[in-house]
């Protein structure tokens, strides 16, 4: 009756040795460290970047704990702060030759001390969140302004161009605010234009006024095309911080929206305010112009002569000197995807570009009219530009499909494609708020956390031994298995823990607890029944896991509610919550079932069970030895 088969004590083997190994690297703690990233979107960090990393350390006589490549940075792990500072100093003076244009970005970082065979294994510990880590948080405030005024600029160039195709002639187009303005000279081609933009631009509405001997027809942008502006401003926004960012390797990063012009930045373990916003500030812009032809341009080149008007010096990642003229032919906004391919004919390494409708038209134009001629791709960080790839132009390109080629090996497509899909803002932003949080402050708090969910946890299992004795020890330790498998689902899911989390995970032990009360409130009223210990082990858990169920059910359906509607620290609360109502549902019916009748199940004639006193009703006649006995 209460037996176990082989394979339920299978499961129940397997669910804790996974829980151990995925909670172990939680208590290996986190070491100071020192991060080298890149600096710039066209400069790498590679196996080279390591050894020089490793050639500095060495000839300080610093010796790191650890020294390794992560995906696109270098770590160094260290024992102590101060090593760590001197580490930094080290290798800043090692890689960064100009501090005015630093190629690499060294910041102080926290590591996991989890040993290696761990994280062979994919274990590895929780994402701490800001307020537990310590870090920095940033609140930006997006100008919406600049993004109507981009967009409004944009509207006016298509426009044009637009106009131009149709052969429908204007006395000038200009911008006034979020409005465009087309002057013309007579009612019919009012009207056309007109027809045009009811056609061709459903976001914009006309109004025309006579203006002298002609008419003015004023073009404005739709309110609702004007908030689906700045609704994309703001996410393309949150894209291009996320690309950024996560380029350096920060655990966890919260980039996230508030209100209608503002994004939240929290960096944890980020201890650099400085190099924080350092970080925010590498958005690239990218432009595409052609390459200056002249003789004179060719001197410029060759250091023999000065730079034409109408053109500039860029420096390709070669570091050879391009000119290139000062006219924009394109922008990154055209630009909507970039891709590594090879070509079908000569089999080499490309980048397949795709352009909007907008790009398309121009690129067809130029390329059409500067067949021969090079056209320079240019990247733009900090203000500072570098000639990504300058291809010669073979033949006109429509479709607004382009491929670009030439000497590239497949690693460099790759990268060219990356730089080209790294995007831009849409709009500028500035920072309004910022803080910083010490990872003392963080400790501090993880130690609060912990001590309020260890002693409730102590007094939770004093009362279940002192009230239900042996079965109040089993509770305790189905209490301590929820706990371990609860840190092990958040490790292996790398979810970000939060001080309301902890609040969640002390709420968990509560709802835990109470399956269990359940259950053994049940088997004393089974016994005061007068049932056997084995009939009332049995009826116990079998009536009591109804009720456990539905209660449960319906606590999740709150914790959904919040993970749905929630954000931010209250999605962190949810997130534990739910995963702590699914362990406890296991470790307080599966698992203390399992251990019942690990102990109990193979008596056949038991004749009392250690769950405290079982109180009977006055009055009654009922015998059961078991119900009275206390001992085992």
């Not at 990233?37 to 590679?46: F, L, Q, R, Y």
């Not at 062979?120 to 100008?143: S, T």
């Not at 023999?304 to 000062?326: A, M």
């Not at 958040?490 to 002390?506: C, D, K, N, R, V």
Request: contains cysteine; hydrophobic residues 45%; aromatic residues 6%.
């Amino acid at each position: 009756m209460n037996r176990y088969p082989v394979w339920k004590y299978a499961i129940i083997v397997i669910a804790l040795l996974v829980g151990v190994l995925y909670t172990l690297p939680n208590f290996f703690g986190e070491a100071p460290a020192v991060q080298v990233s890149s600096g710039k979107a066209t400069v790498k960090v590679d196996n080279a970047v390591l050894q020089k990393v490793q050639a500095a350390l060495d000839a300080a006589g610093v010796k790191p704990d650890a020294l390794s490549l992560e995906g696109t940075s270098v770590r160094a792990r260290f024992n102590t702060p101060d090593e760590q500072l001197k580490a930094k100093d080290v290798i800043q003076k090692s890689l960064i030759t100009d501090p005015a244009d630093p190629a690499y970005i060294v910041a102080l970082n926290l590591v996991s001390r989890s040993p290696d065979w761990l994280t062979a294994i994919g274990a590895k510990p929780m994402y701490l969140g800001l307020d537990l880590r310590g870090g920095v948080h940033f609140m930006l405030q997006v100008d919406m302004a600049a993004a109507l005024t981009k967009k409004a600029d944009s509207y006016a160039g298509d426009l044009r161009t637009t106009m131009r195709d149709k052969n429908i002639r204007h006395g000038g187009i200009s911008r006034d605010g979020n409005n465009v303005n087309i002057r013309v000279r007579d009612e019919a081609t009012l009207t056309a234009a007109r027809n045009l933009i009811s056609d061709q631009f459903p976001d914009l509405t006309t109004t025309s006024a006579p203006d002298g001997t002609g008419f003015t027809l004023q073009a404005t942008i739709k309110p609702e095309a004007l908030r689906k502006v700045q609704e994309q401003a703001l996410k393309q926004n949150i894209i291009t911080l996320h690309n950024r960012i996560n380029e350096l390797g920060v655990a966890e990063p919260v980039i996230q929206q508030q209100g209608l012009d503002r994004i939240v930045v929290q960096l944890p373990g980020v201890q650099d305010t400085a190099k924080a916003k350092d970080i925010l500030g590498r958005t690239a812009t990218l432009e595409v112009r052609m390459v200056d032809e002249s003789a004179e341009a060719r001197a410029a080149e060759m250091g023999t002569g000065p730079v034409p008007f109408g053109s500039e010096k860029y420096l390709d990642r070669n570091g050879q000197s391009i000119i290139v003229q000062k006219q924009v032919t394109l922008t990154g906004e055209n630009l909507t995807d970039a891709q590594p391919g090879f070509d079908s004919q000569t089999q080499e390494p490309t980048v397949n570009l795709t352009l909007d409708a907008k790009g398309s038209r121009i690129f067809k134009d130029v390329t059409r009219e500067n067949v021969g001629k090079r056209m320079a791709i240019i990247l733009f960080e900090k203000g500072k530009g570098e000639v990504v790839t300058a291809p010669v132009i073979r033949s006109e390109i429509g479709g607004g499909r382009v491929q670009i080629s030439g000497r590239m090996t497949t690693m460099e497509a790759n990268d060219t494609a990356l730089l080209l899909r790294a995007g831009s803002l849409a709009a500028p932003m500035e920072i309004i708020e910022e803080y910083t949080i010490g990872p003392s402050l963080g400790a501090d708090n993880i130690s609060r956390g912990i001590h309020s969910v260890v002693w409730g946890m102590v007094a939770i299992a004093v009362f279940m031994c002192v009230y239900y004795l042996l079965f109040g020890v089993i509770s305790t330790i189905a209490l301590s298995v929820n706990v371990l498998l609860l840190l092990a689902i958040l490790s292996m899911l790398q979810a970000t823990l939060t001080l309301p989390g902890i609040a969640a995970m002390a709420l968990a032990l509560g709802v835990a607890i109470d399956s269990n009360v359940l259950i053994n409130e049940r088997i004393r009223e089974e016994l005061r029944g007068g049932a056997s210990p084995q009939a009332a082990i049995h009826a116990g858990y079998e009536h009591a896991w109804h009720t456990i169920l539905d209660s449960n059910v319906t606590t999740l359906i709150a914790g959904l509610a919040l993970l749905a509607f929630g954000s931010g620290v209250v999605r962190g609360f949810a997130v534990v919550h739910c995963i702590g109502i699914l362990t406890s549902m296991f470790s307080a019916v599966f698992f203390s079932r399992g251990l019942v009748n690990l102990w109990y199940g193979g008596r056949k004639k038991l004749k009392s069970v250690s769950i405290g006193q079982v109180w009977k009703p006055e009055g009654s006649d009922l015998r059961s030895v078991a119900s009275r006995r206390v001992g085992d």
